[in-house]
């Protein structure tokens, strides 16, 4: 007994310094480390990139205090490619004196984004009835052939036809990129996927078991989707349950395209997404598309760079690429908006023409207009009972998380062959609304909008009959609940409906402007189609996403800004092969002055309530790919002119610099932020007069180009000179605006109103926004 007691002393500090060791960790977290940019360009040596790196233990073991030994083992990034910094586990003492190195630019935890969860190009003129038009942008574009487009994402499905490489020609040489995954059912490239790689070290270090495997390979279906959006290739009769019928193809059929899977389960931890940032860049990427971000706004402008979005964009545009952000899914309310940075265009969600329509029809014989994509029918010829969900709450659950439709609130008892009425929202997911109902034992059900949610109805894979219903009708419906003791109902099966009037729209879910971070710059920028589209997906979960959804599509159709992102992704592909020689800038100039803002019926387009939108609903209107190929004019941009807004904002000189790897110093006095030549206008705090600058560039035929503008409410509004002449491409024209505002209509908020040029040809529109302080 006695000659034990020494192992079980020995056992007993094994397991205090376990427990130790542990709570030392605890009080660890994931920091970015951020320094600004390499000086060395995308062909430097692995001996310089071994440098940098041995320059970052050197810099974290001299503020630890430790051998660099210790240092390189809390890191666990070090980005050398173009983005200067590194990734590490340290407490929050320490990261705070990181942040006071004179080397440093910034310190930012490393936190979760979010992933912000076909007809769409028959409905924006690139095709019609599957024949592609004389003046589409496919044909000046040759479908985006060699164009490579990196997709940020949860990864991919490679065996979906959207990425067979039949009829593809050799990987461009300038391709740097890889196929990296080694285990099991690894994802192989070929001529079209050219390029699959993870980044999980921080999501290990933050939340492990959301990683299932080292591998690119797509778990959840939103990375294949909107990379195939953006470029898939042409595949003929996809569908998803025989609904959306037809040809499913990306914008850039024709382009490479590249995986880099920086989320897991939702979510994406920021040190992945800026090593995700950095190899895209480094391969060759000729845009990269961004389907997720910040849950809300940055806090302030200060925050800017606390995001790794804003970090890795800023570095990609320094480097030609551009990229394209989804706005967020937090509408319909203002001041939403997220992914706001000027050198990144930012996409707003609207509809198709397109609907998936079925009828719910009461037992009174009064008919509701519903919305779904179920799988399965209930018997036409038959009225079922039917249920307020709030009435049929389980033994000891509260009615009204019952209303919602939550895991086991529901009695089967009282839900057992009745169609249940489940009310939208209360954070349980839809479909998971339906899976409880079945769950229950019910045969059918309704979701109900709120008064918030008015008309925006969105169709999901349901996995029992079903269909969702306008606030009108939820009101219509309840009504007659109330009027009966034995109300009754069926859902017809739904149908495909294409032609819809009033389309596009702008959906309810889509973040709006202003942008609170930065109030000088118009966001979101675009809109584009982001409502029931339909795009590859994974085959390793159902169309719901849920575990217990047993069926499997190739094809899936999902809604969100998610969507509308990668739709302009492949519009930008279209145009860097259409204009190699335009910069990001120009691209998201053309697209924006080209834009639409009436509907499919000449009116002004509308917002899910049905009133007329504005500019914070979808920028500078609806994504017109054909026109965008020739503007005309542009509002060109070049890093330098990124690098002086920042000193505008207040960035101190010498960290301006680090960002521009030495290269820019801030002119002694920055212009102000409206400054920036940007393709809107907005004057975020007028008081009095403000005259804001302009210039534009000739990208098309020697022309003379007339300015006329409609004045936003409550202001005088004068352009000077109000004409301008070009006599050569690429020459350059300054203008001003002065805006005055009228001394009795103060105070009334953000007014609307436009800018346009016009040689009679083209016609280069911007929106302008001035809210007039009293």
Not at 366 to 380: A, C, P, R
Not at 447 to 453: F, I, K, P, Q, Y
Request: with cysteine.
């Amino acid at each position: 007994m006695a000659r034990r007691r020494p192992l079980l002393f020995v056992a007993t500090v094994m397991l205090l310094c376990a427990a130790e060791w542990h709570l030392v960790q605890a009080y660890k977290k994931s920091y970015i480390v951020y320094l600004g940019a390499h000086a060395y360009g995308r062909d430097a040596s692995p001996k310089e990139h071994a440098r940098a790196t041995e320059s970052h233990h050197e810099l974290l073991g001299s503020v630890l205090g430790s051998s660099k030994e210790v240092a390189q083992d809390s890191i666990f990034y070090s980005y050398t490619k173009n983005i200067n910094g590194f990734a590490a586990r340290v407490e929050e003492e320490v990261a705070s004196q990181i942040a006071k190195h004179p080397g440093v630019v910034t310190v930012l935890e490393s936190k979760m984004l979010k992933l912000h969860t076909t007809r769409s190009w028959d409905f924006m003129d690139l095709e019609r009835d599957g024949q592609i038009l004389p003046d589409s942008i496919w044909n000046h574009a040759k479908f985006g052939q060699d164009v490579i487009i990196a997709n940020l994402d949860s990864g991919v499905w490679p065996e979906s036809n959207s990425f067979t490489d039949e009829g593809m020609g050799e990987v461009p040489q300038r391709w740097k990129g890889s196929c990296q995954d080694s285990v099991k059912y690894a994802v192989p490239c070929n001529r079209k996927l050219i390029g699959a790689k993870f980044f999980n070290r921080d999501m290990l270090l933050s939340n492990p078991g959301v990683v299932d495997a080292n591998w690119t390979r797509d778990t959840e279906g939103h990375g294949t989707h909107t990379l195939s959006t953006a470029g898939g290739s042409f595949v003929p009769r996809a569908s998803l349950f025989g609904y959306a019928n037809g040809t499913a193809k990306g914008g850039a059929p024709r382009a490479r395209v590249a995986a880099y899977k920086v989320c897991w389960s939702g979510e994406c931890a920021a040190a992945d997404v800026l090593a995700g940032f950095e190899a895209a860049i480094h391969d060759g990427a000729d845009v990269i598309s961004v389907s997720f971000g910040q849950d809300a706004p940055l806090a302030d402008a200060e925050s800017l760079f606390h995001e790794p979005v804003t970090l890795g964009s800023l570095h990609a545009a320094a480097r030609g690429v551009a990229v394209v952000c989804s706005a967020g899914n937090s509408g319909p309310y203002d001041d939403t908006v997220v992914n706001a940075a000027p050198w990144v265009t930012t996409v707003a969600a609207s509809t198709v023409d397109r609907d998936f329509p079925n009828v719910l029809t009461l037992g009174n014989s009064v008919h509701l207009k519903g919305m779904s994509l179920e799988s399965d029918t209930l018997h036409s010829s038959q009225l079922y009972p039917m249920v307020d969900a709030r009435h049929a709450a389980a033994a000891g659950a509260d009615p009204y998380a019952a209303a919602d439709c939550g895991v086991g609130t529901l009695d089967p008892a009282r839900v057992k062959g009745k169609i249940v009425v489940c009310a939208r929202g209360g954070d349980v997911p839809r479909v998971t609304k339906g899976m409880t109902v079945l769950g229950a034992g019910g045969v059918g059900m309704i979701l109900a909008n709120g008064r918030m949610d008015g008309d925006d109805v969105v169709a999901d894979p349901h996995v029992l009959p079903a269909t969702m219903i306008t606030y009108t009708e939820a009101v219509a419906l309840h009504n007659y609940l109330t009027s009966t003791d034995n109300p009754v109902a069926n859902i017809s099966p739904s149908r495909t409906e294409v032609g819809v009037k009033n389309s596009p729209s702008i959906a309810g879910f889509s973040s709006r402007g202003p942008s609170g971070t930065l109030p000088s710059v118009l966001k979101p920028d675009i809109a584009a189609p982001g409502v029931d589209i339909l795009a590859a997906f994974t085959e390793y979960v159902g169309p719901t996403e849920l575990a217990s959804d047993k069926r499997r599509s190739e094809y899936a159709i999902l809604s969100g800004t998610s969507m509308a992102c990668p739709h302009v992704s492949g519009v930008i592909g279209l145009l860097k092969a259409a204009r190699p020689e335009w910069s990001p800038a120009a691209m998201r100039s053309a697209i924006m002055t080209t834009a639409r803002t009436q509907d499919n019926t000449g009116a002004p387009m509308r917002d899910h309530d049905g009133k007329e939108a504005n500019a914070f609903a979808y920028g500078a209107g609806n994504v017109h790919p054909n026109r965008a190929v020739d503007p005309g004019l542009v509002y060109d941009a070049a890093p330098e002119d990124y690098y002086t807004f920042l000193c505008s904002m207040g960035f101190r000189t010498a960290d301006v610099g680090r960002l521009a790897a030495g290269k820019f110093a801030c002119p002694a006095r920055a212009p102000a932020m409206e400054d920036l030549n940007y393709p809107s206008i907005v004057v975020p705090a007028l008081r009095g007069t403000q005259t804001v600058a302009r210039r534009l560039k000739n990208v098309g035929r020697p022309g003379k180009y007339l300015a006329s503008w409609r004045a936003p409410i409550g202001i005088d509004m004068e352009v000077k000179p109000a004409v301008l002449e070009f006599s050569k491409v690429g020459e350059e024209k300054a203008f001003n605006v002065t805006f005055t505002s009228q001394k009795d209509k103060l105070g009334m908020g953000y007014v609307f109103g436009r800018l346009v040029w016009t040689d009679g040809t083209h016609y280069v529109r911007s929106p302008v926004v001035v809210n007039a302080l009293a």
